[in-house]
């Protein structure tokens, strides 16, 4: 059995060789590539830019809340922007707000079905050896 398409090592590799060895009539070649990082968009970028729809999951949030939005990002100054979409069920412009303004106005207005659920009361047993009445 012959190997046909065997390339050279400089033309298959693009990292640095990190170690290599033979093993049973084969060739091995250890090879690390830097890892790339790459960044997030400053903030107040287009990138950080939402929709209440998109924020909230895709769903459309209850009557009066993009109002309320609206009233508060007016008087706090915060950044709004809008945009022009075209879909099946709506074309028209829509409001976008940065992020983290929406992340602040949600953790503030916490609804009430929203609200944690409460674990139930921690019931103390003592086992009584006496009176056991179970059958085993």
Do not use: C
Request: charged share 15%; aromatic share 10%.
């Amino acid at each position: 059995m012959s190997i046909v398409n065997i390339k050279p090592l400089h033309e298959s590799v693009t990292g640095k060789v990190v170690t290599t060895w033979e093993e049973n009539g084969m060739s091995y070649t250890l090879v690390s590539n830097p890892i790339v990082v790459v960044t997030a968009a400053p903030t107040g970028s287009i990138a950080d830019m939402i929709s209440i729809f998109e924020y909230m999951g895709r769903r459309t949030p209850e009557k009066g809340t993009g109002a309320k939005i609206w009233n508060h990002a007016k008087s706090i100054g915060a950044n709004i922007s809008t945009m022009q979409v075209e879909t099946p069920k709506y074309t028209g412009k829509i409001l976008l707000y940065e992020r983290s303004f929406l992340d602040d106005y949600f953790n503030q207005q916490t609804p009430v079905s929203a609200s944690a659920v409460v674990p139930p009361p921690v019931v103390a047993y003592t086992y009584d050896p006496i009176n056991d009445d179970l059958p085993f």
